[in-house]
């Protein structure tokens, strides 16, 4: 069964923080996907990486960045934490750009 | 652009009832659409999917048609359960929007026994 972990499944940070999501998959998948999910706007696609060292935003990348070093990790980057960054993350690794998405259990931050 | 549109919650149904979900999505190619589950305070599980018209994708009791007539995938199961309760994702992939996912906002379900 394919894998998809997240560092942590809840975080709290102080605005101005920088904060670190980390999301490992254990599939040998290509891509990996990180979202943010917030109640009546479904998923949001943030950023998106097809290959080890490469990223794409997403539809709403600003205020984050990405990091791809290795093909199995995908780390998700808030420079400086606002409140309006509360939210669940989710990130996601599949084997091809047309397959199906395997999803993390979800980090849920809190930025107070 | 492509999108998907999925029916506002949150449905509330008994235990036995019948579901339907329903969902429509507008996509200038020929997308593949996919249903996905979140149960609570997990991430998101592949329900099911169809990959071209006319397909019937189906799963633990849930079915959905892929429709290019009405460009439609409507969710449905004959009979829910309690554990059944989640959030229903509807969503798309197309070779026309570079092979990104377009989720739906999703769809609170509660059965009550």
């Given at each position: 069964?394919v894998?998809?972990?997240?560092s942590?499944r809840?975080?709290?940070?102080r605005?101005?923080e ?6 490992v998959?254990?599939m ?13 706007l479904g ?7 097809y ?7 997403g539809?709403i ?9 290795k ?13 309006n ?6 990130c996601?690794s ?6 199906e998405?395997?999803f ?6 809190t930025?107070t | 652009?492509?999108s998907v549109t999925q ?6 149904l008994?235990e036995?009832a ?6 429509t999505y507008t996509?200038t190619?020929?997308?593949s659409?996919?249903?996905y589950?979140?149960?609570p305070?997990e991430?998101?599980q592949?329900?099911?999917k ?15 048609t ?8 409507h969710l449905e ?5 309690v554990?059944?309760s ?5 969503a ?6 570079g092979?990104?996912f ?8 509660t059965v009550?026994?």
């Open positions: 069964d894998k998809v972990t997240q942590s809840y975080l709290v940070k605005t101005g920088k904060v670190f999501l980390e999301c998959q254990d040998d998948h290509e891509n990996m996907f990180w979202y943010r999910q917030d109640p009546g998923l949001r696609l943030i950023y998106f990486s290959d080890v060292k490469m990223k794409e935003k539809d990348p600003e205020g984050y960045s990405v990091s791809r070093e093909k199995e990790r995908f780390s998700l980057i808030l420079e400086s934490a606002s409140t960054q509360t939210s669940m993350y989710l996601a599949s084997p091809n750009r047309v397959y998405q395997y993390g259990p979800g980090t849920r931050l930025v | 652009g492509d029916m506002e919650g949150p449905v509330t008994s036995e019948f579901l339907t979900i329903n969902c996509a190619g020929y997308p659409l996919f249903w589950v979140q149960y305070g991430g998101l592949l329900l099911l169809a990959t071209k018209a006319d397909d019937k994708g189906s799963n633990k009791g849930f079915e959905a892929y429709r290019k007539e009405t460009t439609s995938f199961k004959g009979s829910v359960q554990s059944d989640a959030v229903y994702f509807c798309l992939i197309s070779s026309n929007t092979n990104q377009y989720f739906g906002t999703g769809t609170s379900l009550i026994p």
